[in-house]
C-alpha cells in the first residue's frame, strides 16, 4: 500500500518522520498544518472552532509532554514546492512503552486530496512506530463517521471499528 501510494504522489511530495522534538525546520510548516485540523476535518453537523497554532503552541505542547514522558512520533508529507507540511499523523504511547498506542491526529489538507497523502503517512507511521517501539500491542485510532476517505484509509490499513462515540452540540440562546 505504501509503495502505491508513493508512486501517486510522485516527486511532488516528500514523506518525512520524526519522533520526540519536531525539528526546527518544519515547525512552523507542522504548527500550520495542525491548526487546519479545525477547519479541513469533516466533523460532520458538529460546530467547531477555528483553532490557531504556531511554533510556540506545539513546543510548549512538547515541553508537557517530555515531563510525563509520552513519547510521540509524526508522519508527514511535506509538499517540494511550498516547503508546507500538507498531511500528518501523529502516534503517542504513555509512559509503559507497553501498552497500546494512540493514533491523535491525522490530516491531509483539503488542498491536497486525491493522492494518497493519507496511505502514506498512515503507513509509513506504522511502519516506523514498530521499530520505535516494539512492545507496543497495537494502535487505536478514531473518526468521524463523517470522514469517509479516512475511514477507508483505516479500514485498508487493518483497523476494525471496536466502538461507537456520539458527539453533540446545541447553540445558546444569548
Known amino acids: ?17 520524526w519522533s520526540g522534538r519536531t525539528p526546527d525546520e518544519h515547525v512552523e510548516a507542522y504548527a500550520y498544518a495542525i491548526s487546519r485540523m479545525s477547519t479541513d476535518t469533516p466533523h460532520g453537523d458538529i460546530d467547531v472552532e477555528e483553532e490557531t497554532w504556531d511554533a510556540a503552541r506545539v ?4 515541553d508537557r509532554v517530555a515531563q510525563i514522558d509520552q513519547l510521540w512520533a509524526v ?7 511550498s516547503g508546507r507540511i500538507v ?22 489538507l483539503a488542498e491536497h486530496r486525491g493522492r494518497r497523502l493519507g496511505t502514506i503517512v498512515k503507513c509509513l507511521g506504522l511502519l516506523r512506530w514498530r521499530e520505535l517501539v516494539p512492545a507496543s500491542p ?3 485510532t478514531f473518526n ?7 475511514l477507508d484509509v483505516n479500514e485498508a490499513v ?4 471496536t466502538h461507537w462515540e456520539g458527539a453533540w452540540n446545541t447553540r445558546l440562546a444569548p
Open 138 to 140: 497495537g494502535v487505536v
Open 158 to 161: 487493518g483497523f476494525v471499528p
Open 75 to 81: 508522519t508527514a508529507v511535506r509538499h517540494r514546492s
Open 59 to 62: 513546543r510548549a505542547r512538547e
Open 1 to 17: 500500500m505504501l509503495d502505491e501510494a508513493m508512486r501517486t504522489a510522485r516527486d511532488d511530495y516528500e514523506a518525512v518522520w
Open 87 to 108: 498531511a500528518f499523523n501523529e502516534l503517542v504511547i504513555s509512559s509503559d512503552r507497553t501498552r497500546m498506542t494512540e493514533n491523535y491526529g491525522t490530516l491531509v
Open 144 to 150: 468521524a463517521e463523517a470522514n469517509r476517505y479516512m
